[in-house]
Structure formats: structure tokens, C-alpha cells
């Protein structure tokens, strides 16, 4: 049965927004110089027949989402068609009720349906699933702010019973054996009801990035902008440093490890994080590289607080044990954590946390977020480079979920500029001061954007229905 607060959507205008990168940016064997952002608005209709629109935005990270050998415009390409044919399939989608229980019944129905076909009609290789939920991301979120919009609530105070008509057991299942129910059980149960204002931001060192002067090529920018690492720790006050690892060179893995680490020793940065880049097949060679970086740098080791997806994507496809891993450290899942199922599948072999993104839907980071916190592990908000207003939802999470330490948070490094025009209204959001993030200036109904205030001027929409 129903609620009186349900919505179906009547419609969806997409844009496009390209942004350059200021630096190059390194995804696993390929490097970054451009994105296109998807911006989508929706329409959705109430129950008593009021109106409201909401908006989601995801940049396409190809590199990310579809590593392959072929032609990176090639995949470009695709992942916009496939938006330009979701537009149409949501703006006609018949289901309704609660963002929540229309975006679970999208992706577990629309979703595969429509990625099946368009990999049928292409030749060569097929989309992957991620990419798919990538393309997806922006309506789904654009859906729950639409949601709020229309009832004139911050949707984050709309995940509770009193607006759900299906509780978490019609969502998620429990581990065999573990003494968990999600009978009567709502996400607003698993999400922080007094959200802090501020949280840690996490700055991203990639593989490609200057860290001493000898490594600068003479090709870098004089924007203004920070270009050494130490310049960015100074200027932001940052205490949380990710990064970015080869996975596939141990030697060079540990000298950037110590390399880094001993510049955060120098500058008061608190806390480090290794991302091994998908790269890495043996649990062996992170163990060895943990253990001499305990025995050589207990310092650097302690002030590492987490190891990130070394393992390859296809979780299923590559089901390693990586108990020894997740001994020495918290192991987070992160582009393998396409869902709840493939949570509960990481946790069985070994894995302690999860790294939502919005850009996997707010739906379904959502169910993976209560599924895991109902298990017993911990979470972290990834980005992927979030500029403009796919940041907010983004953030919105970190400040909700209550990961380990605040929020991954690195556009600013990339395409400062691309979210000028958002900077005014949300100050505190698109630059680090003290190393933290200031959410304070979201406001309002939906994901709180107050989109009205900000003064961007939109390209011709792609397609309209």
C-alpha cells in the first residue's frame, strides 16, 4: 500500500557540462585531462497532483567506470548515449512511491533491461554494470531532491517510516547467520539525525602529482592554484592525505608511501590512506609492503587508517581471500561495492569497510550504508572528483553516513574553477579551510542546494521529454 507523500516522475531535461583538468589525473593505467559532467532535471508528480522538479549531476568518469582498451571517446561516447536513453526511460517510468523504493525498482528492473539491449546493439565491448550505474546516478539523485522539493523537506529527513511504505527487509537481506533484521528497520535508523556542520576533507594525492620540486616537469600551471603537495597541505591545513599507489611496482608503492608520509609528519597531517588502484591480484604484496612500513616507519603505519580496493573490480570474478590484508588494516571496498550483495560477498572474504558514492545512486549507496553498519563495518564517502552540484549530495553523505573519517573531497584540486558559480553560495564547500569542509550554507528542501541563488547559465539541453 501506498503514502500519501508517493511521487512518479513525469520528465527529464539533460545537459551536458565539459570541464578540463588543471592537472592530469591518473586512473589506474590511463590519465584524465577532461570530463563531462551529466546534469538532469526531473520532473515528478504527487499524489494530489502538485509538481516539483529536482536535479542530480554526475561526471562521467570513463576512465574510472570502464577501463578497457578500447578508445577512450569511443567510451565517452557510449556512456552520453546511454544517459540520452535514460532520460526517456525515466521520464516514462510508471512506477511510484518513495525515491528510495523507485530507484531500487529501477536499477533492479529498468536498469539491467536497458543496459542488456544497448550492449546487444553495440558492437565490440560491452558497457559494464558500473558504468551503467554511473549514468544512472544523476536521475536517481535528481528523483530524491525532487522528493524533498515537492513536500518542501531536506530529503535526509524523509527516510523514516513515516514516509516509507516498505521497512529495509523489502530492500536488503542479512548475512547467513548473523543476528541482524531489517524488520521495522528504516535507513534514517542507520544515518546520523544531528549531522556536524564540518568534517575532515580528504585530499587526493595522485600517481601523477608533484610532490617535491624534482618531480615538476615545467608543464604545470600558474593559475594561482597550489601545485606541490606541501603548498596544499599549507594553504588548506589539510590533515588527511589519500594516496594513490601503482599497485603492480612495490618498490615504488613504498618509497611514495614514506615519501609522503614523511611530508605529513613535517606539516601536522594526521591521518594517510593507500589506494592501490584495482592493480594488485596477491594479498602478499600489500601485506609485505604493511609490514615493512610497520617495522622501517611505525609512525607512518600508525597514521595509516585505512587500505583501499587493492583488488581487482569484478568482485565475483576474482573472489580473493584478503583476511591477511584487513588483519594488518581496515580493507574498504570501493569499485567493487556496486551494491549491497557485493558488500555482503566482501565482507565473507575478508573486507571490514565500505566506500559509498552517490555516483552509484543515492539508492543504492543508501542500502549498502545500512547494510554494512547493521554488520559491523565501517564507511567511508569516496569522490570522483565532484565538482559544481554533484559536491552537495556527496557531501550530504559523508556528514550522514558516519564513515571513519569525514569525506574524500578532491575537485578543487582538479577544476577549481569549474564550480565558481557554486562557491558563492556554498563557500565552504568547494575550498578546504583547516582541513575541513563547512556544510553549513546548505539549506532548504531536497538535497538543499538552492539552486535559485546560484547563477550558472545552462548549455541547450541535450534531449527533453
Known amino acids: 500500500m501506498g503514502m500519501p507523500t508517493d511521487i512518479r516522475c513525469t520528465g527529464a531535461t539533460l545537459y551536458y557540462l565539459p570541464v578540463e583538468t588543471r592537472m592530469p589525473l591518473k586512473f589506474g593505467i590511463e590519465t584524465v585531462t577532461a570530463v563531462t559532467c551529466a546534469r538532469v532535471m526531473i520532473s515528478v508528480e504527487g499524489a494530489s497532483g502538485r509538481r516539483a522538479t529536482g536535479w542530480g549531476e554526475t561526471p562521467l568518469s570513463v576512465t574510472w567506470v570502464w577501463p578497457g582498451s578500447l578508445p577512450y571517446e569511443e567510451r565517452h561516447l557510449a556512456m552520453k548515449h546511454f544517459c540520452e536513453l535514460l532520460a526517456g526511460v525515466w521520464s516514462a517510468f510508471e512506477g511510484s ?7 531500487h525498482e529501477f536499477i533492479e528492473g529498468e536498469l539491467p533491461i536497458l543496459l542488456r539491449k ?13 558504468a551503467a550505474l554511473v549514468c544512472c546516478s544523476l536521475f536517481d539523485i535528481a528523483v530524491h531532491d525532487a522528493y524533498g522539493n515537492l513536500h518542501g523537506q531536506s530529503v535526509y529527513e524523509m527516510y523514516s517510516a513515516e514516509f516509507l511504505s516498505r521497512d529495509l527487509s523489502q530492500f536488503i537481506e542479512p548475512a547467513p547467520h548473523a543476528e541482524v533484521s531489517f524488520a521495522d528497520r528504516y535507513p534514517a535508523d542507520f544515518l546520523t539525525s544531528n549531522p556536524p ?21 615545467g608543464e604545470e600551471p600558474e593559475d594561482g592554484y597550489p601545485v606541490l603537495l606541501e603548498d596544499w597541505i599549507v594553504r588548506d591545513g589539510l590533515k588527511c592525505l589519500k594516496i594513490k599507489l601503482r599497485g603492480n611496482d612495490a618498490a615504488w608503492d613504498y618509497a ?9 609528519v613535517k606539516h601536522g597531517v594526521d591521518w594517510l590512506t593507500a589506494d592501490f588502484n584495482c592493480t594488485v591480484t596477491d594479498p ?26 587493492p583488488f581487482p573490480y569484478e568482485l565475483e570474478e576474482n573472489r580473493i581471500d584478503v583476511h591477511s590484508v584487513s588483519a594488518r588494516k581496515p580493507l574498504f571496498l570501493d569499485e567493487s561495492a556496486h551494491d549491497w550483495k557485493l558488500v555482503r560477498l566482501g565482507r565473507e572474504l575478508g573486507w571490514t569497510g565500505v566506500a559509498l558514492k552517490t555516483c552509484k545512486t543515492q539508492t543504492g549507496a543508501l542500502l549498502s550504508c545500512c547494510w554494512a553498519k547493521a554488520h559491523g563495518m565501517t564507511l567511508m564517502v569516496q569522490d570522483l572528483t565532484n565538482p559544481m552540484l554533484a559536491q552537495v549530495p556527496h557531501v550530504l553523505l559523508g556528514a550522514r553516513a558516519g564513515t ?24 565552504g564547500l568547494y575550498r578546504r579551510r583547516k582541513g575541513v569542509l563547512d556544510l553549513s550554507s546548505i539549506k532548504g528542501s531536497g538535497f538543499g542546494y538552492r539552486l535559485h541563488e546560484i547563477e550558472r547559465v545552462l548549455p541547450a539541453p541535450v534531449v527533453s521529454y
Open 97 to 103: 512511491g518513495h525515491p528510495l523504493e523507485l530507484g
Open 118 to 130: 544497448f550492449n546487444d546493439e553495440r558492437e565490440g565491448e560491452a558497457m559494464p554494470w558500473l
Open 197 to 217: 556542520s564540518r568534517i575532515p576533507a580528504w585530499h587526493l594525492v595522485g600517481g601523477l602529482d608533484p610532490v617535491s620540486e624534482d618531480e615538476l616537469t
Open 256 to 264: 611514495r608511501t614514506v615519501k609522503i608520509g614523511a611530508l605529513a
Open 284 to 309: 602478499t604484496y600489500v601485506d609485505e609492503i604493511l609490514d615493512r612500513l610497520c617495522h622501517d616507519h611505525p609512525r607512518l603505519y600508525g597514521m595509516l587508517l585505512y587500505v583501499e580496493q
Open 404 to 427: 571513519i573519517m569525514g569525506v574524500e573531497t578532491n575537485a578543487m584540486q582538479f577544476y577549481p574553477e569549474a564550480s565558481a558559480a557554486e562557491e558563492q553560495v556554498h563557500p
